[in-house]
């Protein structure tokens, strides 16, 4: 096994444990445990669990604003911007874990490197689609689009967590026509 696949493995154990118990109940000892690896292979590839944690939030921000970007597709900006939403969902869907990380554990003051990773990079990509929107006219010229992508972000993540916890029957297809209604009534 390759190093990156270590990381990867424990990468899924951290995520899945902090997202079941919160950060700090789990343990590095937990984590390797779930992983298959010893504890020592934890802090040979981490240092420590902090370093874990943070290396955990720049990888899976980094895999986020991927998907993101590769969804910004369309002959307008709001087309782009349903993408968008669109493969959010789907990023969450399939990563459930990560997204209830970021929910309960992103927003302490330990970790504000990584949030302003996920400003840059994630939000980013939600204020540069709103900017051609606004650009191109087809948003109100008015709109704070900063707070927008923010806001839009957060709505989608929480609706992420409520699909996948209480309604994972219904096809996210028809979640994204929820939020796009949604946000197509505000937005012009």
Known sequence: ????????????????????QGYSATTVDAIAERAGVAKGTVFYNFGSKE???????????????????????G?????ALDGVV?????FFE?????AR?????MWHAAWQEAVA??????????????????????IRADLDVDTAATA????????????????PERPVTDVHATLVDLMHGRLR
Do not use: C, N, W
Not at 64 to 69: E, K, P, R, W, Y
């Open 117 to 138: 990773r996920l400003r840059e990079q994630v939000l980013g990509v939600y204020a540069g689609v709103l900017r051609r929107a606004v650009e191109s006219g087809e």
């Open 51 to 73: 370093g874990l944690f943070s290396a955990l939030l720049e990888h899976s921000t980094g895999k986020l604003a991927d998907a993101l970007s590769a969804a910004a597709v």
């Open 86 to 90: 669109l493969g959010q969902l789907r």
């Open 94 to 98: 399939e990563y459930g874990p990560f």
């Open 75 to 79: 002959d307008t900006a709001l087309e």
């Open 152 to 167: 839009v972000f957060g709505m989608v993540l929480t609706v992420s967590i409520e699909h996948r916890v209480l309604h």
């Open 1 to 20: 096994m390759t190093r990156q696949d270590t990381r990867l493995k424990v990468f899924g154990a951290a995520v899945e444990l902090i997202a079941e």
């Open 101 to 105: 990380v970021l929910l309960a554990e």
